[in-house]
């Protein structure tokens, strides 16, 4: 049979795909408001790899899901062929800067809710 322990692992790894897939989520949609404010043209956004499953337009962005990989892509242009270095790091960091505050954010809520014992 199944020890506790096994049982604590197949959860573990059952919570751990959606967590994954939450953080990309958050990480893509950083790139396209990070882009979107240093003055890109967001064309896409979206995660996973293959044949989508679901596409949305909105705000003149494609948003798509696709099985597969769990990788993440944001596409983005500008209007003219160079581009200012600082409009690059924007892009590039919004990833980064979206996941950690989508981090703090979550110990915000998990202090809050330990200070009035509901987790």
Excluded at 53 to 60: A, D, E, K
Excluded at 73 to 79: K, Q
Excluded at 100 to 108: D, E, F, G, N
Aim: glycine share 12%; hydrophobic share 55%.
């Amino acid at each position: 049979m199944f020890s506790t322990a096994d049982l604590h692992t197949g959860l573990f790894f059952l919570a751990l795909f959606p967590a994954l897939l939450t953080a990309l989520v958050v990480h893509e949609l950083g790139h396209a408001v990070a882009g979107t404010l240093a003055g890109y043209r967001v064309v896409a956004c979206g995660v996973g790899l293959g044949r989508p499953f679901v596409v949305r337009r909105l705000f003149g962005v494609c948003f798509y899901g696709s099985w597969g990989r769990l990788v993440g892509l944001t596409l983005a242009v500008r209007e003219r062929m160079t581009t200012p270095r600082r409009a690059q790091v924007t892009f590039l960091a919004g990833g980064i800067a979206a996941n950690l505050l989508s981090a703090a954010v979550a110990m915000a809520v998990w202090s809050a809710g330990a200070h009035l014992s509901i987790v």
